[in-house]
């Protein structure tokens, strides 16, 4: 059975650090591209960052280019988001979705809330 | 980044036929077509169709897509009350190289 499992969320003030992971279970994960997905309280899905299956490329939302990072390690099977310069409109469920022409699987998501 | 354009909200009765929009342009749906996902309160979303017709395995055929230009569409016959959700269609956009979204329908089933 395919699982993503989010941790690493919590509550931090504006401009501090956070690390997410997802771990992966059930599908040879270096063969998937990953991506991060977020969703604010009662908004809409807003994609963030995406991977290659092997690390080489990734692509981010305008949103987040030059405070956020995505990586994998396949030895793992696990992908982080480091996210640096947090701001309060970073403040969403974040899923992970693990791409197959599409977002074929998500995670349950892990909340981040950035606030003073 | 601009994202797919979606109407906000439809509504239909039990047992009708809904169909709900999604437009784009050349870079996105015109291009690489659009998935749609099905969001249900307090829960992840759920693929429903890709590539514009594509199902997922245990994906009921009462859902369908197609695409005409840069705009896809997902119709839903036979509405049932656990159809009540949310609807997002998404698509990679290769001038942007990023994945966009529309911002989601709310379908309530009447």
């Known amino acids: 059975e395919v699982q993503l499992l989010e941790s690493g969320g919590g509550l931090v003030q504006p401009g501090e650090s956070l690390r997410l992971s997802c771990a992966a279970s059930?599908?040879?994960?270096?063969?998937?591209?990953m991506n991060w997905v977020r969703q604010a309280p009662g908004k809409g899905l807003e994609w963030v960052s995406v991977i290659g299956g092997r690390g080489g490329s990734a692509h981010y939302a305008d949103s987040v280019k030059g405070r956020f990072t995505i990586s994998r390690d396949n030895s793992k099977n696990t992908l982080y988001l480091q996210m640096n310069s947090l701001r309060a409109d970073d403040t969403a469920v974040y899923y992970c979705?693990?791409?197959?022409?599409?977002?074929?699987?998500w995670g349950q998501g892990t909340m981040v809330t950035v606030s003073s | 980044q601009a994202g797919l354009t979606q109407p906000p909200s439809v509504s239909k009765g039990l047992r009708q036929t809904a169909t709900l929009t999604c437009t784009g342009n050349?870079?996105?749906?015109?291009?690489?077509?659009a998935a749609w996902l099905q969001q249900h309160q307090g829960h992840p979303p759920k693929l429903l169709s890709y590539r514009n017709n594509k199902r997922p395995s245990g994906i009921a055929e009462r859902f369908s897509a197609s695409r005409s230009g840069n705009t896809a569409s997902l119709t839903i016959t036979g509405l049932q009350p656990e159809d009540e959700a949310d609807y997002y269609c998404?698509?990679?956009?290769?001038?942007?190289?990023?994945?966009?979204f529309g911002g989601g329908t709310k379908l309530t089933v009447v």
């Open positions: 050349s870079n996105n749906v015109g291009n690489q077509g």
């Open positions: 998404s698509a990679w956009d290769s001038s942007l190289s990023a994945w966009v």
């Open positions: 059930g599908f040879t994960f270096s063969s998937n591209a």
């Open positions: 979705a693990k791409e197959r022409d599409a977002f074929d699987m």
